[in-house]
């Protein structure tokens, strides 16, 4: 195999070339070998192992949606191309896809099931791999998860993670909830905690994004428009042909200067100061710009809604909530029929009580949060704040139409949208939801130009008071005691994962109130210890756990740990059927309203590995499960893709006696989706299948006539959270390590609030006197498809990009703490510490380490190189003092000294 990957067809040279890195680097992905498909010999229907082009489609990022190919000879994976037919990637590969190559024949993979001998656990122990046959593994550990099923499921941790998810596909999900386990913990998703918002105020997960087709004016805040990520699936395309084309300003607000700043306007902000900007933005859109959507404000939010003096609707003897109509001079419910101009600015008088509509209380609230007040705290000057207020203001064109397909819409051509690096802070939801208020005050959430869900659909929805109805994390779970999760769902009602409060839970059960202990886990795709925060905690309370079993590609810390490892089969060995129909970084003319369909015709197993959903059917069936999954699958339906779950009709459903393939139950999802016609006998000809929805249905709004549903402006439902949970913890004397009731509860509030916190206070004279922080990069921005660990990515990256592996800082910080460029230099923080080269430029705030990339390991299986690598996660923790209490975020901003 080595001898393969030193001088075979494939070679270090092709590589770079075909990743377009030869010479110079590149931002935006390019077709490498531009050709289409027909041009060569035509792509097999079933992989026969003769030597041809075979279908596929990428996993080497989260996103999964470019499609492309590989090429065989003598069954040898030699060649990848993208696809110029696909909507999405139109035959473009980033540098990650070409090296799928090397996730397949990766020499450190698992390549038989392992039997661990050595009892004691530990990241520097050898466990003393034995190889064992698939049917010991699988009787091992279907005994052991048994005999927990039948004493008590909770004793079960089911660990899950963007790995082996395959994108989602199928059923991984249900494996928890079909063997009774309440403990399903997702590794992907606390350092990226941007889900909340979107929910409640737009009724859709995961997020929200511009339309860039119609945009003239874009606020990015902590967050990638593909250029960073370099992406080939449209995204950077997308945005360069809108910027380039002269319609399109795209403002980045960020503490570095990213690949999409070059192409527009940087903005250097203080990490952590994200919500100042935006409240002194809000404050001089309504103050200094004078110019609002009064329209949208009146008829599409809760502006108008009367508030009580504990914050509360004023509801009226039908209990809906009242306004006041200032035609009539009438308090009226929200939903009269006579309703003719609701006001926004009313203080009403009622039964001798007085009562103000939500959106001057918003206004009187933010009469304190001015630019000058902001610039103290962000660095971002008042006159900046103040002219993109008024930019972001006059590019919406407020009053200005659109015709799509016989609709017409309001047009509102600006757009602001935060993500992880600006939501995962203390006050990163209040935050994301000041952000919704920026938009609603020019009146863009879900209309061309503006801010779109991800999805397509009636999301917008009214609940019982006539405001969107939450569907996932703002809707929440009601809290109760004791506590039944690990990860205290009970108690983080609205958080998206917590996996470091559920294996802290796990050590020490009692200390959390759980009345039970945890006897074994079972991973498939996660690696808690790498990524989130405190791994070494997170290794010791693995290490703690009497049995472990984990479905890995790679000797990594999880399989180290681990008591049975089953292999898991490389990207292009997986069966894998995905479904696109939404974008997560902005649609373009290429993707709006896109939904297409891809397949991978799998290569052969080159060891002797599986798919995981086979592995987790085979254990189902032993333990006496799998009826109980099959049953979960026809009332859910089939999961295709990150947000299609296709509903099976009857006729499709599955029979609980029977046990199925993975692409048994794939094909009745996709004829569910699609039609009988389109199954998995379609996709295996063309590869792809895809369909364009109208554009006049790509805008939510579209769906509603005003009135019938408003977006929160005033976010009243987290009033309603913090007196449920606040009842809760007192009734029941809650206590919790490294925790806080009061401050815990402090930001449940119906209008965010500016607050101190150990992060937007550091400054000069400290002992932690700069802020470090994590940025995306090209070549790692996760560890999906061990990218971080691939020789030829981890090559491109040290000879291209000068920031890989190394630790950043403005020149000017530099000299005033005696470094040069290439000093080795520690970063300290109050949870841990790393070591590395650093590299000075002007593109990063003088205030600030930058750590970029995906990068670092805690074990030496996978090669010195990757545990050698710069390990961000080490400085943060997961203490319940230090998260935000609504989303369950880590802090992904952290205080820090420097030195030699």
């Known amino acids: 195999m080595s ?58 990022c989260m996103r999964g949606e470019c499609v492309n190919m590989y090429r065989t000879e003598n069954g040898v994976v030699v060649e990848m191309k993208g696809v110029k037919e696909a909507p999405t990637n139109k035959g473009a590969m980033c540098p990650r896809g070409q090296s799928v190559i090397q996730n397949l024949y990766n020499p450190y993979r698992v ?48 660990n899950i993670g963007f790995g082996d998810m395959n994108y989602f596909n199928t059923f991984i999900y249900h494996f928890a909830a079909s063997f009774g386990t309440p403990n399903l913990i997702t590794s ?43 992406t080939a699936n449209g995204h950077a395309r997308g945005l360069t042909e809108a910027v380039q084309s002269g319609k399109l300003k795209l403002v980045d607000i960020n503490p570095r200067n990213t690949p999409e700043a070059s192409r527009g306007e940087w903005v250097a902000i203080k990490p952590g100061t994200d919500l100042a900007f935006l409240l002194a933005m809000s404050n001089s859109i309504i103050f200094d710009v004078r110019k609002y959507d009064v329209e949208f404000l009146q008829w599409r939010t809760n502006g108008p809604y009367l508030i009580d003096a504990n914050g509360n609707y004023l509801r009226g003897k039908n209990g809906k909530p009242q306004v006041f109509d200032a035609s009539d001079k009438k308090v009226k419910s929200f939903d009269d029929k006579s309703l003719k101009t609701p006001d926004l600015n009313a203080v009403v008088d009622v039964d001798g009580q007085k009562f103000k509509a939500s959106f001057s209380l918003l206004k009187d609230h933010l009469k304190q949060y001015t630019p000058e007040w902001a610039e103290k705290i962000t660095t971002v000057p008042a006159k900046t704040i103040k002219r993109i207020a008024k930019e972001f203001v006059d590019a919406a064109s407020i009053g200005s139409t659109i015709t799509l397909d016989g609709v017409t819409m309001p047009l509102r051509p600006a757009s602001l949208v935060l993500e992880r690096g600006a939501i995962n802070q203390e006050d990163g939801t209040p935050a994301d939801l000041m952000s919704k208020v920026v938009n609603m005050l020019v009146g863009n959430l879900e209309v061309p130009g ?21 569907k996932f994390e703002a809707k929440g779970h009601e809290p109760s005691y004791p506590p039944q999760h690990l990860d205290l769902t009970e108690y983080l009602i609205h958080k998206h994962t917590a996996p470091y409060l559920a294996f802290k839970a796990a050590k ?21 210890v790498t990524s989130g925060t405190e791994p070494q905690v997170i290794a010791d309370s693995i290490s703690s756990i009497p049995f472990v079993a984990c479905v890995g590609y790679h000797y990594d810390e999880i399989a180290m740990l681990s008591d049975i490892v089953f292999p898991s089969n490389s990207i292009l060995e997986k069966k894998s059927v995905n479904v696109y129909e939404s974008d997560f970084t902005g649609f373009t003319h290429d993707t709006l309203g896109l939904c297409m369909s891809m397949y991978r015709d799998e290569l052969p197993p080159v060891y002797n590995t599986r798919q995981a959903q086979e592995v987790m059917m085979d254990i189902a069936e032993q333990i006496g499960t799998l009826p109980i999954l099959y049953n979960i699958i026809n009332h859910d339906g089939v999961m295709l893709g990150e947000v299609t779950f296709s509903k099976l009709p009857d006729e499709l459903k599955l029979d609980p006696s029977k046990k199925y393939s ?33 554009k006049s249905r790509c805008y939510n709004s579209a769906m509603f006539k005003k009135g019938e549903t408003r977006h929160p402006i005033y976010f009243e439902r987290l009033i309603r959270s913090r007196e449920k949970l606040e009842k809760l913890f007192v009734d029941n004397h809650v206590q919790l390590p490294e925790w806080d009731m009061e401050k815990h509860l402090r930001i449940y509030e119906p209008m965010p609030t500016w607050r101190p916190n150990n992060v937007n206070s550091v400054k000069k004279g400290q002992e932690y006197d700069l802020i470090a922080y994590n940025y995306k990069i090209t070549y790692a921005p996760f560890k999906i498809g061990a990218v971080d660990q691939l020789p030829w990515l981890n090559e ?14 403005n020149p000017l910080t530099a000299k005033a703490k005696g470094f040069k460029d290439g000093d080795i230099i520690t970063v300290e923080s109050a949870n841990g510490k790393v070591q590395g080269k650093l590299k000075t430029s002007e593109l990063f705030h003088p205030e600030t380490v930058a ?33 935000d209490s609504i989303g369950g975020g880590i802090i992904g901003s952290v205080p820090v000294k420097v030195y030699h």
């Not at 030193?6 to 531009?34: E, H, Y």
């Not at 860039?212 to 805040?221: A, E, F, G, N």
């Not at 503006?450 to 939450?470: I, K, W």
């Open 450 to 470: 503006g801010v779109l869900a991800c999805s397509r659909g009636p999301f917008l929805s009214p609940d019982q008071d006539g405001v969107v109805q939450p």
């Open 188 to 230: 992907n998703g606390p350092l990226c905690t941007v889900h909340f918002a979107t929910d409640l105020v737009q009724g859709v997960f995961p997020v929200a994004v511009s339309d860039l087709v119609h945009c003239k004016y874009h606020i990015t805040m902590g967050r990638s428009l593909g250029m960073a990520f370099g």
């Open 851 to 883: 750590i970029g990339g995906s990068l670092g390991r805690m074990v030496k299986s996978l090669g010195k190189k990757p545990a050698s690598y710069v390990h961000f996660n080490k400085l943060t923790n997961g203490k319940l003092n230090n998260i």
């Open 111 to 158: 390549k038989a099931p392992m039997k661990r001998t050595n009892p004691k656990k530990g990241l520097n122990e050898d466990p003393g791999w034995i190889e064992i046959s698939w049917e010991e593994a699988i009787s091992i550990t279907s005994g052991k998860l048994k005999a927990i099923h039948d004493k008590d499921p909770r004793r079960l941790m089911f």
């Open 3 to 60: 001898n393969f990957l030193l001088d075979g067809k494939v070679s270090r040279r092709s590589v770079l070339k075909a990743a377009g890195l030869t010479g110079a680097a590149v931002m935006v992905a390019q077709n490498p070998f531009g050709r289409a498909w027909a041009d060569d010999k035509s792509p097999s229907s079933g992989n026969s192992g003769k030597d041809e082009w075979h279908f596929s489609h990428c996993r080497m």
């Open 508 to 528: 020490n059960p009692k200390l959390y109130g759980l009345d039970y202990e945890v006897d074994a886990l079972f991973v498939v795709g996660g690696n808690p």
């Open 796 to 809: 491109v990256g040290e000879t291209f990009f000068p920031f890989y592996n190394t630790i950043c800082m």
């Open 662 to 694: 993975i692409k048994d139950i794939w094909d009745r999802g996709l004829k569910a989706k699609f039609g009988m016609d389109k199954g998995i006998d379609m996709l295996k000809k063309q590869g792809i299948y895809y369909y364009y929805e109208p």
